[in-house]
Every structure is written in C-alpha cells, then in structure tokens.
C-alpha cells in the first residue's frame, strides 16, 4: 500500500510540476523545444510511476492520488507566478490530503488484472461511442458545447487507467496487448476532446467534469468489475475520503488559470535578471 501510494503521489508531482513548465515553455517559445522534450519525459515517467500503483493499489487510490497533480500545479504556479493561494485552494489542498488518507487505511486487496474477450470489446466499444458522442457534440456551440466536451473527455481519460490494469504482470497475449493499445488510444481522444472544450468554455466548466469522471469512472470499474477491495467495515470511511476527495479536485481544477498569469514571467530571461 506504502508503495503503490507512494507512486501515486510522485506521478502526481511529475505531472503537476509538468504541467506548470509546459505552460512556461509553450510561452517562451516554439511548441517543438528541448524544454517540451523535457516535459514528455517527465510525462512518460509519470505514467510509470502510476502503472507501478494501478499494480498495488486499488483504482480508486491510484486516481485520487495522481489527482493530486492538481495540487501541485497550484502550489507550483503561485510559487512561480509569486501570488498567494486563494483560500479555497488551501483548504481544498486540506481536504484532498486528509480523503486520500482516509481511502488509504479503508483500501482493500487490489483485484485481477486479466481483461476478459467481452471486457475488451466493451472497452473499444465505449472508445468508439465516446469517439461519437465527441463529434455530436462538436455541433453544440457555446459554453453548453464546451462542457459536454468536457464531460466526453473525462470519459477519454477514465478509459486509460482501466486499460493499464492490463499491462500488470502481462503474458503479452492478445487479450494483453488489445487492451494496452486502448491506453493511447483513449489517451488522445481525451486529449484532442479537451482541447476542443477548451476553446468554446472556461477552464473550470470543462476541468471539472473532467477531473470528477477521470477519478469516479475507474474506481467504479475497479470495484465492480475488477473486482478491487475496501476493507470489511470500512466502506462508510472509504465513501467519505472518496466524495471529499473529489470535492476538492473539483475545486482545485480552476487552478489552470493561476498558469494564465506567467505570461509576463516568461518573457523574462531564465536567470531571472531583468534586462539593461
């Protein structure tokens, strides 16, 4: 348990300072940087990490754990930006901490890791309407337009951690490799959908949607599918850590926007020294 959330927790800072110095990159220079090398193998290394705690821990640790990346974002940008937290951040911080600990002590043995013929096929079938609902909703304008994008995206994303669970001790058999090729798949499609939202609605209306699915959706299927534990006696605890934790991602999801105010850092050299 130790390890796995110990895992959690470490991708959770690689993708949260990650995420803040590729806000910074994208605005100091070209997309195709060495510094945007840098960030995806951060990201990469991420991933590993939250591989190593889908093996040992229940989904439902392992997601709230690497939604801590957001606190990290938070914490990260203010100290870049030179802002202090809003209040509602510290406190959301408060809560995600003490929900993950909550579902730490009430979290039971990790179940199996074997997809099954029909749980592969539900899994591209759900790839493929989400892929659908994605393109209907692109002809829905506005905000309203934004936000079901969101949603869809959030889908996306729950998809990946689901799929990794396959790549857990793998026999590198088909019903192996089939579900580990639905990782990038439903990766980009969560990503090309969140970027769409992005344009058409605010980063809080389309992240927190997002956020809430891409934790709710794999520990569901963990835990009713896959078979994942919580400890005899603890499910009220395990409700509680969990439903709070979500709060408070929900209320960190805003933070995207404190990266927003580095515009003007990131024209300055990187030593820091101002020019003249």
Known sequence: ??????????????????????????????????????????YFAGWLLHLVSIALVPLYVAQVGVSASLAVTAVTAAAVVGEPLATRHRLAVGVLVAGLALLAAAAGPVGHHRFDTAQTVT????????????????????????????????????????ATRSLVDPTWGWKDIAPAIAIGLFGLLGFWLYSVALRRASVIATSAPLVVLQTVVPAVVGVLILDDGVRAGWWPLALIGFVASIVAVVVLSDVEIRTDHLDDRAREPLTGHQPG
Request: proline letters at 2%; aromatic letters at 4%.
């Open 1 to 42: 348990m130790l390890i796995g959330l110990g895992a959690a927790l470490l991708a959770a800072v690689v993708f949260g300072v990650g995420a803040v110095v590729q806000a910074i990159a994208a605005r100091r220079g070209p997309l195709l940087s060495g510094l945007m090398v840098l960030v995806a193998l951060a």
């Open 123 to 162: 899994m591209y079938v759900a790839l493929v309407l989400t892929l659908v609902l994605g393109l209907l909703a692109m002809r829905v304008g506005g905000q309203r337009g934004g936000v079901l994008l969101g949603y869809l995206g959030g889908i996306a994303y729950a998809g990946s951690p689901i």
